[in-house]
């Protein structure tokens, strides 16, 4: 499975972005894609996951409300809509892929993608 994440960039504190993961592969051997987001000295924290099939989806109590994962099965597509930006999530943001059904921890995880910045600033 392979995986590319796009989407970040610099946005104001308030501002909204939208990130994307394009799945390919194997991907039917998938259970669940997860974002997690990663600063320098710091560990790779979660932020959100859904599962292909019924769609369930996680949060980190610190984006939720904020926060949006979708995925788009046909096209193997999974994004996150970022809303009300802080710049305590300024980050680089992976998506990844997991066969688990646990899938809320970095260690779940099977197959992870590039990362894309996310820049937010006060």
């Known amino acids: 499975v392979q995986l590319q994440a796009f989407g970040g960039g610099l946005v104001q504190a308030g501002g909204s972005l939208r990130l994307s993961c394009a799945a390919s592969?194997?991907?039917?051997?998938?259970?669940?894609m997860g974002w997690f987001r990663q600063v320098p000295g710091k560990e790779n924290e979660f932020v959100a996951a859904?599962?292909?099939?019924?769609?369930?989806?996680d949060y980190a109590d610190s984006v939720k409300g904020r926060f949006t994962i979708s995925r788009d099965n046909a096209k193997n597509m999974v994004y996150l809509q970022m809303n009300t930006l802080k710049p305590e999530d300024t980050a680089v943001y992976f998506c990844?892929?997991?066969?688990?059904?646990?899938?809320?921890?970095?260690?779940?995880?099977?197959?992870w993608g590039t990362g894309t910045l996310v820049t937010v600033s006060s």
């Open positions: 990844a892929a997991t066969s688990s059904y646990y899938y809320t921890t970095a260690n779940d995880y099977t197959y």
């Open positions: 592969g194997r991907t039917s051997s998938t259970y669940a």
């Open positions: 859904i599962t292909w099939i019924g769609g369930r989806i």
